[in-house]
């Protein structure tokens, strides 16, 4: 039982993806009682179909969320480290840039599989259930009341004392948060799309060599390859919409690969390439912020309900783990008081989400899809490294810089206005240094 009283708070959870299954998780270990509604059917019987999702890199703040739940060693053992990525030229020439020292690498993860293990993790707790086949209707946040719609097609009422949007970027629940005065909104389609390609084994070994992300950068498009366990690497590639609308039949499919991706072409195969290229469109990209995440202590936004983002910075799903490993600390650290904690987490976790999503953008915009030429990119990488690992020293140079400019402003404001512009620097920088620079 709970510290409130003779019941356990009840928690609804909307949303079974990654995000929703771990938070469900997290929320089960402090005895609350959770349900989680998911509108798919079970992804672990389903009969799946391709294409939709951008393959995982998980790294530091994700794997941190999992150990927190005793999850991590499970997972990991599933991965495939990847330890550089590998830049393929158009000559065929390939050239690794390693992420850090020897012993640091992210980790390429199967989306579907790690849901999956998620899914199975939550089930294992007594007070927690998943209801597959459940969308949510509607929601009065006021009285903490959802209506959901489940395979009989009749619509059910139910009250919890927690609401917990975890249902993505077109998230359901945002829509009702949406309704609420001082709730701030906005979304951003990029002009790219992407799409889901395949490279097989060959002779039952890797194609390429495995403990690499493979990227072929070619100006206003690119692409990528992670490694899966079954030997095969899911490609992805990302390209401006009107580009592939040009692309209508199979021969212009195969002339823009052999011309763009020509060493990509034989481990694709041609006649895969060009069947698998028109299986599914290609599939847009939002970025979405919003602020609070939370309304009273009814109802919060965990993920990518609360902080979609551009793939560029490869930061997605490590930032939703840890909104959940966040909240659960908050927790601890308040003795489970929603009222309070919902509040702070908002207070928390917005600077850090939109700054990753700021990141993410900045990636997509100035890196991966601009003219710079690729060594230009490494070199702003490490000198972004290398403010990062020195931004201790500088903090605090910044934030005793920034107490003598209060200090002298609270005495003679009118002779300090020209130094308005460099305080709004420091405080933009102290929001900077919580950046996951995990990659």
Not at 351 to 363: E, G, R
Request: a positive charge; hydrophobic letters at 40%.
């Amino acid at each position: 039982m709970d510290s409130w009283g003779t019941r356990p708070k009840r928690v609804a959870v909307i949303g079974g993806g990654l995000v929703g299954s771990l938070n469900a998780c997290f929320l089960a270990k402090r005895n609350f009682q959770v349900d989680v509604y998911e509108a798919r059917e079970d992804i672990r019987v389903a009969q799946l179909a391709r294409g939709r999702s951008i393959n995982l890199a998980l790294s530091h703040r994700g794997r941190q969320a999992l150990k927190a739940l005793g999850l991590e060693d499970q997972i990991v053992s599933q991965g495939i480290p990847m330890r550089a990525r590998m830049i393929h030229s158009f000559s065929g020439k390939k050239s690794a840039i390693p992420y850090g020292t020897k012993s640091q690498y992210i980790l390429s993860i199967s989306r579907t599989n790690l849901n999956k293990d998620l899914l199975t993790a939550v089930e294992r707790y007594p007070n927690a259930k998943v209801y597959f086949g459940h969308r949510l209707l509607t929601c009065n946040l006021e009285e903490g009341t959802i209506t959901v719609l489940g395979s009989d097609k009749v619509p059910t009422d139910v009250t919890y004392d927690l609401i917990v949007g975890c249902d993505g970027a077109y998230s359901t629940v945002r829509s009702f948060l949406m309704k609420k005065p001082r709730f701030d909104y906005s979304q951003q389609y990029i002009p790219h799309g992407y799409m889901e390609l395949t490279i097989p084994p060959r002779d039952g070994d890797f194609a390429m060599e495995p403990n690499y992300l493979h990227i072929w950068p070619r100006n206003t498009f690119m692409m990528i390859a992670l490694p899966n366990k079954n030997k095969t690497f899911t490609c992805t590639l990302f390209m401006p919409f009107e580009d592939f609308e040009k692309l209508q039949t199979s021969r212009d499919v195969l002339d823009f690969f052999h011309k763009h991706f020509p060493d990509a072409v034989p481990l694709m195969g041609e006649q895969a390439l060009a069947r698998d290229f028109f299986l599914l469109p290609a599939q847009a990209m939002i970025s979405v912020k919003c602020s609070p995440f939370h309304f009273k202590s009814r109802c919060m936004l965990m993920g990518d309900a609360a902080h979609a983002i551009v793939p560029f910075f490869g930061q997605g799903m490590n930032a939703g783990f840890e909104d959940c490993l966040v909240f659960d600390e908050l927790m601890e650290k308040f003795n489970n008081d929603l009222s309070v904690c919902l509040p702070e987490f908002s207070r928390f976790r917005i600077p850090d989400d939109h700054a990753v999503s700021d990141l993410s953008m900045y990636n997509y915009v100035e890196v991966t899809f601009s003219r710079i030429r690729y060594h230009e990119a490494v070199l702003r990488w490490r000198w972004q490294k290398k403010v990062i690992n020195k931004g201790f020293f500088l903090f605090g140079t910044l934030v005793a810089i920034g107490s003598a400019y209060l200090l002298l402003r609270s005495t003679a404001p009118r002779r300090l206005d020209y130094l308005r512009g460099p305080w709004d620097w420091v405080t933009s920088l102290q929001h900077s240094l919580k950046t996951p620079w995990s990659l």
